[in-house]
């Protein structure tokens, strides 16, 4: 049954004028419109993909709930089979959707990506075992690596990025920057899929984290919400263009930790081992070992009820 | 099958206490319910809608994928007659769910208001289009606006308040609300529907953003993530009650970026090429073409190594 | 039609290997699989319950929207049976998935814990419409209650922590954590379930506000997009491991307002009626009735066109 065939309302006459003026808009404006025999990739296909790649990776958390030692194989081979063409499709379009090159090409370009990735799986595993098991440690409030797989946003962000990380390496194009993204929207966890992230890394909360494209972060680092890696000021060609590529964000070396809602602005290097502080804003780089605090902003205490009740307004500090 | 069949659970006996206190507490508790022959429109119909819009759009980024000239009129004509049944349904229930009027003259205005809408289409594509080449300028990081329109957040949030901004301008009720909180949740973006914004806009990253009902932004504005163009304080009646409607946000002129964090707050303007930098707190005017930074905390440093391995604590500042 | 059957790609004879050392690594990385007898309860089956239990609590908003006098009884009914089910299966499984516990035993305590819950919820409804009442108090952009139940992200985050907290109250494992994260995910507020939270509580916009394990707020309280109230460090045991559980974060006493962007930090106590404002940094406990205001950082400004136009940098400060 149609829905919407009791609706009473139908554009009628207009339908003409409507689609036809909107087919010109069409063809005024063409950079919001692919209207073309090749085919951009799917957004909704590419988080399918994630989910089913989550599923891979944590057996029994994501995906399929019932598995065992008796149904864990074949499992595993339907699983695949689906998902590997899933993603081969996804990485094609991705690869051929504006390309000029020859469609065998990129045919086995795109599947010779797939197999590559693949592979790489099981060194990502190892990697997000590392990053789950720094969550527990570094969360008073986590009672086991259950509890941080299965609802903490670190896990969906860190994870999708590792594994956009790994085709992004592999020169695919908009796909693992649509990976990163709906982890973003799923978790307000911002991170580019060409950040390079060391081993055993942990954000807590995450909501308003943004890690930038050139960011390099050591291994052992820890993050807290609303905390920014970010870019300071962007170099202009003599046209007056951005110029694109050149490293712009900080490099984080091991064991550093960043509390919440801190920037660290621009190219400079945080140095191993140092902490620091909340809501500090960072143009500058820290040497090994340094605790980083700011001077806190004068505070001024007024007691509302003295001045309402008494007309006397009380200032004063501790 | 029933999924729950062979769960061996029942509320058995409890059912019916369970049932009665419930239907005693939508009694006693009546704000938070809608049991009524008037429907309220639908949050998950909008959401649908909402998705349909920006198939219309952007098509062949959203929604059906493979479009080509041979097939995009009646692509297009099947399209546009099912979402305006669609969105015509969700502006009668928004305009007369807790209406008194006359059921024919909401039904007519619905029907106006619906036509008027797709009428208004090709101008806020032409608004679209301009927000994603900002997108493009503004960003290092984007190799082209296909990966704009495809994974920033910026394209949802903008896309979505520009469409509830024009429903918002008809007075439809509720409905550009849900819309643009929709968004929100999508990408952490918060616009307020009422908000008037310019050509040419853009914020990058995002999280966090939050644009007041009353704000008033120009041409060619950039925003970064977790900016507040908020209210400072909201004056009251001689009954205690807030006053509603007032201007109580900033105004931005053309051609003004805010960096990441900061707060503007109240009914002041921001000057015409005015920069005001991240992470500032800021409650006045500013005149136009100036730059706004905020004097840095002094920052404290302790080298932690120092203050461990020789029980010395190293005090500097750099 | 399986939608992959045309695409031409295959892993082949690759899949073996894949399929293998992907078998290798689930037993290589434990911590990230649970392929066993006992099953882990289900994220998207929370989700559908949560949206289930939404429905029952706010009946015509969610969930099913046309109801009145006539359905109401049937509906409840329908409802309850079929979400009762369900909640048991996932409270079930949350208790089980890793408990070496007599299995009639859990099921009898899941069962307890399900009929419990049921009848805690006309309570948990009359603590909701008090929230709501103060959404639409508190905020000069909402028309009426009905677009604070509608859209504000409060009402999807506040609504979901206080089902959660019961189900806490219980003891019930990563169910309840689960829950929150959800909504965490949507709104971009996170509230940890063990939090205890007076009535009238509202949140206004709310991207980034974190609210920690063993935060205590009172009632009549509101905070703003970006609050804070989190710890400030961990003690450790002797091992040099985390100790968890101990009261760590602050507690606010009745009638308190945070502004946006705040962070409250450690076991501190902020008495009735303080009005904390946005952006500041605060360690310490604050007495009752006491606004609490920053110094605000000095602003520097400099007139881009004058630098610009004529060499000449005008630094000052209004």
Known sequence: ?????NIPFSLGAQLESVAGSLQDSYFAHRRIHHISTRLMPSRDEIYEITQQLFALIYPGFFGRLDLAVENIDSHLRDLLENLSKGLYLQIYNSLSYKSQNDDEMLKQRASQVTKNFFKALPEIRELLEGDVLAGFKGDPAAQDTDVVIF???????????RLAHALWNMQVPLLPRVMTEQAHSLTGI??????G????????HGTGVVIGETTVIGDNCKLYQ????????????DEGQIIRGNKRHPTLEDDVIVYSNTSILGDVTIGKGATIGGNIFLTRSIPPGCT???KQAELHYRNRHHSLDRGVVTDYQI
């Open 1 to 5: 049954m149609d829905i919407t065939e």
């Open 151 to 161: 609802s903490y946003p670190a896990t969906i962000a860190i994870g999708t990025y």
């Open 190 to 195: 911002d991170i580019h899929p060409g950040a």
């Open 197 to 204: 992230i060391g081993r055993n890394f942990f954000i807590d």
């Open 226 to 237: 609303g905390v920014t890696l970010g870019a300071v000021s962007f170099p202009h060609n």
């Open 292 to 294: 980083v605090t700011a």
